[in-house]
């Protein structure tokens, strides 16, 4: 897979390394789900890892064409290693949203909540149930864009569970190293 080593988080030369990679690997232009797994040393072995890795390849194929191609990648690198915290939430949101209707039910939320390796001392439904008592504002079972980031951004607890994919970076750049 190429000889890269990743460095500081974010610079501009680890974005520049990964572009290079992804040229390498896909002369045709296209980045294909298990060219992805490849890039990032992702073991088929690896349910969690693997449905992580397969839910970020998703939420950046913006045209749902099972393939990301270069500016889909570069903007998936972009978000990960460089963006604010307001567009990663925007992001996060949209990997819970698995219906894109644009809002989270309850469903969603313990979905993501048994994905994440968690501490804490309560069920992933006592966890929801926390998490729509301190987010959902006009208590109507759903969580919209704006109560998700609003929450997030106001209180610790929840954006510790919420961010599950806002820390997406530590993720990469983790993987990267794996890299021969």
Not at 63 to 87: P, Q
Request: proline letters at 2%; a negative charge.
């Amino acid at each position: 897979v190429g000889q890269i080593r990743c460095r500081a988080e974010g610079s501009t030369n680890h974005i520049q390394e990964l572009c290079l990679l992804f040229m390498k690997e896909c002369p045709s232009g296209a980045l294909h789900l298990h060219e992805f797994k490849r890039i990032f040393g992702v073991q088929s072995t690896s349910v969690e890892e693997s449905l992580y890795i397969e839910t970020i390849f998703h939420s950046f194929d913006t045209n749902k064409d099972n393939a990301l191609d270069f500016l889909e990648y570069v903007a998936a690198l972009h978000l990960l290693l460089r963006g604010n915290l307001e567009d990663r939430l925007k992001w996060s949101f949209k990997m819970y949203d698995k219906d894109g209707n644009g809002k989270l039910d309850r469903q969603e939320i313990i979905h993501k909540i048994k994905l994440q390796r968690s501490d804490i001392n309560m069920t992933p439904s006592e966890i929801c149930d926390r998490i729509f008592e301190l987010v959902d504002n006009n208590n109507d079972g759903q969580i919209s864009l704006s109560e998700f980031m609003e929450g997030a951004q106001k209180d610790e607890w929840v954006m510790n569970l919420l961010k599950l994919d806002v820390n997406a970076t530590s993720w990469v750049l983790h993987n990267c190293e794996k890299l021969p």
